[in-house]
């Protein structure tokens, strides 16, 4: 394996990795930070949120560019087709905006552009899930993008646990089907 392959896989695994650490220091020490996002408010931590969101969004960008089937229309509606290349470079985008937003801010309509982005880049995601593949495995990674949806809905609305937490669950199918299609 190499060249943007390559990238695409250390990018993704490092978002896994860094993604981790932010949860395991919530439960380690306790910490104030129960979402990623909040990562903003830390002088000392900001960085792990910084480099998580940025390899995700590199990530997906590269893979909008590289990826041999982006070309591929996934769908059409109204009029419009979308291909795996548009649904990656947009949700890269996305991620990458939602730095600029953070939810920490004093101002409500920062607050809600952060989670309004939020929630763009991860339903962009996981309508790839939903669009990518075909008979039994569509099925399949259906079921998994719903799980994890589920499992952050658990944690962003009922708080069962942290929205950390519920944020890598939403992650995992999008990190599994990014290394299971990386071409």
């Known amino acids: ?24 220091l919530n439960f380690i020490t306790g910490s104030p930070y129960v979402s990623w996002s909040l990562y ?28 041999p089937e982006r070309h591929s229309v996934l769908f059409s509606k109204w009029g419009i087709d979308v291909s795996l290349e548009g649904l990656n470079k947009y949700a890269g985008v996305v991620f990458a905006l ?24 991860m339903f962009l995601v996981h309508l790839e ?6 008979g039994e495995k569509k099925r399949s990674w259906r079921i998994y993008s719903v799980l994890g949806i589920v499992g952050f809905l658990l944690a962003y609305i009922f ?3 942290t929205i950390g937490l519920g944020e890598i669950l939403v992650t995992l199918p ?10």
């Open 40 to 67: 903003m408010g830390s002088d000392t931590l900001y960085p792990l949120l910084l480099a998580t969101l940025l390899s995700i969004s590199i990530a997906l960008v590269t893979r909008g560019y590289t990826h």
């Open 1 to 24: 394996m190499h060249g943007y392959r390559l990238v695409i896989k250390i990018l993704v695994y490092l978002t896994l990795a860094l993604s981790s650490v932010m949860v395991g």
């Open 98 to 121: 939602v730095l600029v937003f953070a939810v920490s801010h004093p101002s409500w309509y920062v607050q809600n552009m952060h989670n309004i982005l939020t929630g763009i880049g």
């Open 174 to 183: 999008v990190i599994g089907h990014i290394l299971k299609t990386n071409k």
């Open 129 to 134: 899930l939903w669009t990518y593949y075909q």
């Open 159 to 161: 708080n069962l646990y």
